[in-house]
């Protein structure tokens, strides 16, 4: 083959493979939308932005205290949100709508309403092993709830638990119940199981249902309903 025929057939096949390769330069994505459009939606977001952002609705409060996925830092803000030291009727409502889920076979409004009291990280007989994460105690029951978000229960741990709490009950007169909280059910006889949803609902039940009345105590048990759903 002649240097001009090689020239020749060379054109011809580079020419063939431009027609299939790739230019280089990205083609523009076609536009569905109208552009105007799309600029009068962000125009008519400033105003409830600009009213989020004063209100401090623009970012949850329990992600900026870096509780993450901690077990020992959401139980102990769980605990404080209940206490009617903090928000009073507010935090007894949550705590009641919690525990109607967990045991609903009582009446959780009237008992609380005679006075309660919420422990964190509890020996209840003195064993350091067997240390619930939360403790209810109301006149006569104690509740020993134990946490779970990512990891799971230790050999024998409820059954070990619910032996520390039912004695500490006997020997306080007291009515024992044990409840897990955790993305999985309890295998063990006498223990209640509920779910991070159970607590979702119950926080916004308890803050109500409209936004803008809010209170501050309710907006932080809602914004803590909105920060364990994932769990």
């Not at 459009?37 to 949850?60: M, Y």
């Not at 009641?96 to 076979?105: D, E, K, N, Q, S």
Request: glycine share 8%.
């Amino acid at each position: 083959m002649t240097d001009g025929l090689q020239a020749n057939a060379l054109e011809t096949a580079f020419l063939a493979l431009r027609a299939v390769l790739p230019t280089g330069q990205p083609r523009a994505p076609k536009q569905f939308y109208a552009l105007d459009d799309l600029q009068a939606a962000f125009q008519s977001l400033k105003g409830p932005l600009a009213t989020a952002k004063a209100r401090g609705g623009l970012i949850n409060p329990w992600a900026l205290a870096g509780l993450g996925h901690d077990e020992v830092r959401n139980a102990s803000a769980l605990a404080g949100l209940w206490m009617t030291e903090f928000g009073g009727e507010t935090s007894r409502m949550f705590l009641a709508h919690y525990l109607r889920a967990a045991l609903p076979t009582t009446d959780w409004f009237e008992t609380l309403g005679a006075g309660y009291r919420v422990s964190t990280e509890v020996c209840p007989m003195g064993d350091a092993a067997d240390r619930v994460d939360l403790i209810i105690e109301t006149s006569v029951h104690l509740i020993g709830i134990e946490v779970k978000i990512r990891a799971g229960l230790g050999r024998d741990q409820l059954d070990r638990y619910k032996a520390s709490v039912f004695r500490r009950a006997e020997l306080q007169k007291r009515s024992a119940r044990i409840v897990l909280l955790a993305p999985f059910s309890a295998d063990v006889s006498d223990v209640s199981s509920t779910g991070w949803p159970d607590v979702v609902r119950a926080a916004r039940t308890a803050a109500g249902a409209s936004v803008a009345g809010r209170s501050f105590v309710q907006q932080m048990i809602a914004a803590f309903g909105e920060h364990v759903e994932p769990f």
